[in-house]
């Protein structure tokens, strides 16, 4: 089953814009990781943001990370049309490091 | 290219046939995960692996479904008397075991006809 919700599903934006998703989940983590997904491809890691951290910057990509609330954000800034994917938060939770996914924001950057 | 490797990319067969996938994993990585994704859903947990001991197994993992990885180092999934539900995209990671970073291979992507 999926650990948490993303919010939005979908996003479309012009390029140069901000992208903001939103991720919540249900049990207590470890860390909190964000992935990329081009079209029928594999996932590729973006960031990790560890429960004891609010906040962490790489590049353009800002995560923050709400314990109480149970919740994290990713901010892509000044968005190219090469940043069109799907973005997906992955909670790591147990010892094992096995990852629990959320279901996804399809994000369209238009040229 | 030493990223994490999975053969074939793309598998097509009928229903009540076997299948098998391989993950070659990076080299030094003592855990290997597998996932599986369909479309427009999140991957989910399958299995992981540190080196050759299968240390958890999903709900999700039925009997039809093997996995091995018998030397540490590559391993296979077997779908046995595949069903039509079993179409997805088949997902690989690796990882060191003190490292958090899972990094995943294209994956292997099933549909049963």
């Known amino acids: 089953s999926q650990q948490g919700e993303e919010d939005p599903q979908a996003l479309s934006i012009q390029e140069g814009e901000n992208a903001t998703m939103n991720c919540s989940y249900k049990?207590?983590?470890?860390?909190l990781q964000w992935y990329r997904q081009n079209s029928g491809r594999g996932l590729v890691h973006l960031i990790l943001i560890r429960s004891n951290e609010r906040e962490k910057h790489s590049g353009r990509l800002r995560v923050t990370l709400d314990t109480s609330k149970k919740s994290s954000s990713l901010l892509i800034t000044a968005s190219r049309a090469a940043d069109t994917a799907s973005y997906f938060c992955a909670t790591d939770a147990a010892a094992g490091n096995k990852l629990t996914f959320g279901g996804g924001t399809r994000v369209l950057v238009k040229p | 290219d030493t990223g994490v490797s999975q053969n074939p990319r793309h598998k097509i067969t009928k229903r009540g046939q076997n299948v098998t996938f391989r993950c070659d994993p990076i080299?030094?990585?003592?855990?290997l995960y597998w996932y599986r994704q369909t479309l427009g859903q999140g991957p989910e947990f399958l299995t992981y692996f540190q080196n050759e001991a299968q240390l958890e197994k999903s709900r999700l993992l039925s009997d039809r479904f093997s996995a091995e990885r018998p030397k540490g180092s590559f391993s296979t999934l077997e779908i046995q008397r595949t069903e039509q539900g079993d179409s997805a995209m088949y997902l690989c990671?690796?990882?060191?075991?003190?490292?958090?970073?899972?990094?995943f291979g294209p994956g292997t992507r099933l549909l049963v006809l």
């Open positions: 080299s030094e990585h003592n855990r």
């Open positions: 049990t207590s983590i470890n860390n």
């Open positions: 990671a690796s990882s060191l075991r003190q490292q958090e970073t899972q990094y």
